[in-house]
């Protein structure tokens, strides 16, 4: 007996305004995006840029515990299908991993076997897979892609800090350890381990604290250049802005500083000014603790732009045209000085939107991504989305489009609104971000695709026990030719391994065929397609492939489907919408569609 269970969304116009959703049906700042059947949004880039494919929103984790703030996500350096997320929760610190590309999580909202650990944590994954986790004097680590933790070392207690780890053997100080943060209450220090964490160097100094009592670094970050060069960034926060001012508690400058010799010694800092958003930024009718820390990453593409160094971090005042506009600045002389600087976002100047909390990521190819909490499509100032900001040229041209599906909340009034996390893997950007949703916070995902794109039509059950079944899939390359020896589909029947493969056809400009054979008998089939381009960038359909794929069956259909559900309450209120018509369908062979029929008031 075939079964389909079916759960249906009615979503009525209530819903848009209690949720401050303008909904409207093109914004003209982002390119329209082409929908594939499989819930992939496609957005073409500017100026020759491309194509990205945003894959639909999830949520990473479900927990009844509160997922709050100081979120990061990094990718294994030598398996890209290991990823980890941590977060600061309700319950103490949260670890959400996955070892198949992200198709599927697991995780915990405390630390197995370090549970009495809590506040800020930051982590690393090194070369042979141990992931580092930096907390408040302490540091802890866990060899088994996150599942239990260990105690790792005592190093220098640096009250805010950043770790990271020199992962590339070519560099002169492959495997060395760095963590940089406030160190002795004021001053900004680096230390260095050359054993895995066991121990640290002594503390030396970045920039020594000088200025009013009430001046202190905070929000620091690093990244590590193929060349062994170590970049941090920090901001210097003023915390005796008045109190019944726009802010308190806020952001007055960011400096960046460079190690050439493995830690041992740091370039004098360059510094830039920033008008931060603070501790007390209204939104709307909601005031929310923001920050302007700032952002760092390098280049490591091995591209024309190789080594160059980008600072994000949002802004209110110079180049910022709005209430909160995100900003990058941009160094092609190793740090010495940023004198390129860019408003990342690119919607209508003076529309009086927010643009806040950016997180950065260059990608395998040189691509500037940087994601951000953004109002632009929102009634309410204090309802967003999560866009993407895109520039595949160095920062000069950007494309925006929003990676969340649906506008929200990002945490409760009044709270403290934290980091948004990016990395990448198998050629997918991988963005989080913090959703507020029945009452807490939980951290959301949407894979974006920056390889050839996979548009494919999922075959249907059909009763030919013959076959062939034809596969038709659309290409898209992404400015490098589709290689035809690598765009195949591997198949089985009745539940076998998915290892046989059938190389496809192009049969003109981006349509690609292939056919399974039939064995005359009733049978299930599993599929899916793979690609690669002449960069070897790779992709698959559906996401998740190898351990997510597409069926079918071949078999006669000799009776009716039965539909069983449960009759929708008279009594629904409008803070319960939008709500879900469930229903199991039954058939002796296969379900070709299924619906619902609504009307509103009788019309």
């Known amino acids: 007996m075939k079964k389909f269970l079916l759960i249906l969304t009615a979503v009525l116009g209530a819903y848009l305004l209690f949720t401050g959703q303008s909904n409207p049906e093109r914004n003209n700042d982002i390119p329209y995006p082409e929908r594939t059947s499989d819930g992939k949004r496609i957005y073409e880039m500017r100026g020759g840029g491309g194509i990205v494919a945003v894959n639909p929103s999830f949520k990473v984790f479900e927990s009844s515990n509160r997922q709050l703030r100081s979120m990061e996500i990094v990718t294994h350096p030598t398996n890209p299908n290991n990823l980890f997320i941590s977060s600061i929760t309700s319950a103490g610190i949260g670890s959400y991993g996955s070892t198949n590309g992200g198709f599927t999580w697991y ?4 630390l197995t076997g370090q549970t009495s650990y809590t506040g800020l944590s930051k982590p690393y994954i090194s070369n042979n897979g141990t992931i580092f986790l930096s907390l408040f004097g302490d ?52 230390s260095y381990s050359t054993n895995n964490g066991a121990t640290w160097s002594t503390p030396d100094t970045i920039k020594t604290f000088s200025g009013p ?93 190789n080594g160059w160094v980008y600072v994000t971090e949002t802004n209110r005042l110079g180049l ?51 994601i951000y ?3 632009r499509e929102s009634s309410r100032e204090d309802s967003v989305k ?77 009763e030919n026990l013959n076959g062939p079944f034809v596969i038709n899939a659309e290409i898209i390359p992404n400015g490098s030719a589709i290689s035809g020896s690598n765009t195949k589909v591997f198949w089985s029947r009745n539940g076998g391994t998915l290892t046989t493969g059938i190389t496809m056809s192009n049969s003109g400009g981006n349509n690609w065929t292939a056919s399974i054979p039939g064995d005359g008998t009733l049978a299930e089939y599993r599929y899916y397609i793979v690609t690669q381009d002449a960069l070897s ?29 449960s009759l929708v309450s008279d009594n629904v209120s409008l803070q319960s919408l939008p709500f879900s018509i469930d229903a199991r369908i039954n058939d002796n062979a296969y379900i070709d569609s299924a619906y619902v029929k609504w009307y509103k008031n009788q019309s």
């Open 320 to 370: 910022a045209q709005d209430s909160a506009d995100i900003i990058l600045r941009r160094s092609t002389n190793n740090g010495v000085s940023f004198p390129y600087n860019v408003r990342v976002n690119q919607d209508t100047p003076g529309n009086k939107k927010y643009q806040y909390m950016p997180a950065i990521k260059i990608d395998s190819f040189g691509g500037i991504n940087i």
């Open 139 to 190: 540091m802890v680590k866990s060899s088994n892609n996150g599942i239990s933790w260990v105690y790792a070392s005592d190093p220098p207690t640096f009250g805010d800090n950043a770790i990271g780890i020199d992962n590339n053997p070519s560099s002169p100080y492959f495997g060395r350890l760095y963590l940089v943060g406030r160190y002795t209450q004021d001053d900004a220090y680096g």
């Open 107 to 110: 995780g915990s909202d405390i």
């Open 537 to 565: 960038r790779g992709s698959s359909s559906p996401f998740g492939a190898p351990s997510a794929y597409y069926t079918f069956h071949a078999a006669p259909d000799n009776s009716v489907p039965v539909i069983e559900y």
């Open 386 to 462: 999560v866009y993407m900001s895109r520039s595949t040229d160095g920062g000069v041209t950007w494309t925006d489009f929003p990676v969340s599906e649906r506008i929200f909340k990002p945490h409760r009034s009044a709270e403290e609104i934290h980091s948004l996390g990016i990395t990448e893997s198998n050629n997918k950007l991988w963005p989080t971000w913090y959703q507020f949703d029945s009452g807490k916070e939980q951290i959301w995902t949407a894979p974006v695709e920056i390889g050839p794109v996979i548009i494919h039509n999922k075959l249907g059950d059909n």
């Open 373 to 375: 909490y953004d109002s």
């Open 213 to 305: 009592v009430f001046y202190r670094f905070e929000g620091f970050d690093l990244d590590i250049a193929n060349d062994g060069k170590v970049y941090a960034s920090y901001s210097t926060v003023n915390y005796d802005t008045p109190k019944d001012g726009p802010t308190f508690i806020v952001e007055i400058s960011t400096s960046v500083s460079m190690s050439s010799n493995g830690g041992v010694d740091w370039t004098e800092p360059v510094g830039f000014g920033v008008s931060g958003v603070g501790r007390k930024f209204p939104l709307g009718n909601t005031v929310y603790k923001l920050n302007s820390f700032s952002k760092i990453a390098v280049d490591k593409s091995g591209g024309p732009r």
